[in-house]
């Protein structure tokens, strides 16, 4: 099977030229990760299944020994840094970019997009199955997105988040 990863590593790099993978990764062949911007992956990271990295312009940074589990989507247009040692469960969807719907005279698709500052998500954090995380949020250290979790502020460090929209129900250092 590590035959199969370094070759998966190999067309990545062939075909994006902004990839940037650090030792020890290992990207599963059916992934996906879009040209259109900056990529950079930290050491001992995994990118399992159905993974979509999706710069569209901007760049995502992830660290080291972070795992990005099976269908979640990050599309990294206003810039996207994750931390060291996070854990993204399965189906989360990050989006550092939304539509603007401020005119009526014209449809929404055509006023375009635009960001409030991107995302990041700093080290040891863990998102639980398909969590979103909106543009122009810090996701404070060593917090938990609970699953189904809509996160629209930010998050202070060690704090538990649940619902739509997210909301504190505790601290891990209390």
Known sequence: MNFVYTLTKFFFRLFNHKLKIMPGVIIDPRAFLARGGDISIGENS??????MLLPSGGS?????????NHYIIINGEGNVHIGNDVMIAAFVSIFAANHHFD?????MRQQGTGTKGGITVENDVWIGTHAVILDGVTVGKGSVIGAG????KNVPPYSIMVGV?????????N
Not at 103 to 107: F, N, P, S, W, Y
């Open 149 to 152: 979790a809509v996160i629209t």
């Open 46 to 51: 995994v990118i399992r299944a159905g993974a």
């Open 60 to 68: 995502i940074t992830i660290g080291a020994r972070t795992s990005l």
């Open 165 to 173: 929209p997210g909301r504190c129900i505790g601290n891990r250092k």
């Open 103 to 107: 005119r009526i005279d014209i449809t």
